[in-house]
């Protein structure tokens, strides 16, 4: 079946540093959504992106999506500590593949 | 943004025994729901998809007597664990969408934590 891996599994930076997880499809995806998911907390929905290629912004998150559809990767730029938790990648539009997930630690 | 509700957040039954797990949408009808389990620090797996009049359709591995799934209303799904073992311990999520929303973005409840001792 269709798999949907992350790197890295964990990262742990200071605050200000800069953030990157990538996500990898085994199969070409129709779309991917991003969530993340607070210690403790459910998962809370980001973004969707469906065009191949599509660059998004979210103030100091950058969300791609490769041009094969199979990978795409979240960027957060000078990290703060609200920033802390696990993001997910998902594919599919209701019925959803979760990627494996990167938790993110964040320290002052 | 639409809001899921979980019932209960947190429960601990004994080997042998059945638990409901409630989940509502609060102002939105939901035809569809999804129920997934989340283990300590691993990624959601997605159990069976909720159908609001119909059987519940279940993904591959997932024994379908053991977890019962009822969709009876638009805004009401339930799991039901029957005959828990310890094994079955684990965050049961539950998720739902607007029709209304373009992106299908999934609105999730707070989640379920089942221990079975």
């Known amino acids: 079946g269709q798999q949907v891996m992350q790197i890295p599994q964990y990262q742990h930076v200071q605050e200000g540093e800069d953030f990157t997880t990538y996500c990898n499809s085994s199969t070409t995806l129709s779309n991917i959504q991003w969530y993340k998911q607070r210690p403790g907390g459910h998962p809370v929905f980001l973004i969707q992106l469906v065009k191949s290629g599509e660059v998004k912004k979210q103030k100091r998150l950058t969300f791609q999506f490769g041009e094969a559809k199979k990978n795409s990767s979240l960027h957060i730029t000078a990290t703060q500590t609200t920033d802390v938790g696990t993001y997910f990648c998902?594919?599919?539009?209701?019925?959803?593949?979760f990627g494996t997930g990167t938790r993110l630690l964040v320290s002052p | 943004g639409a809001v899921v509700s979980q019932h209960p957040s947190r429960v601990i039954c004994k080997s042998g025994t059945s638990v409901k797990i409630e989940c509502r949408s609060l102002?939105?009808?939901?035809?569809?729901m999804f129920w997934y389990r989340q283990f300590p620090k691993k990624s959601l797996m997605l159990m069976a998809t909720?159908?609001?009049?119909?059987?519940?359709?279940?993904e591959q591995g997932v024994e379908k007597d053991k977890f019962l799934i009822n969709h009876a209303s638009l805004t009401l799904s339930t799991l039901t664990v029957t005959s828990a073992h310890p094994e079955d311990s684990s965050f049961y999520i539950c998720?739902?969408?607007?029709?209304?929303?373009?992106?299908?973005?999934?609105?999730f409840g707070p989640g379920t934590r089942l221990t079975v001792t």
């Open positions: 998902a594919g599919g539009f209701q019925k959803l593949v």
């Open positions: 102002d939105f009808q939901a035809t569809t």
């Open positions: 909720s159908n609001e009049g119909s059987k519940a359709t279940y």
């Open positions: 998720s739902a969408s607007p029709e209304y929303t373009p992106s299908y973005e999934q609105y």
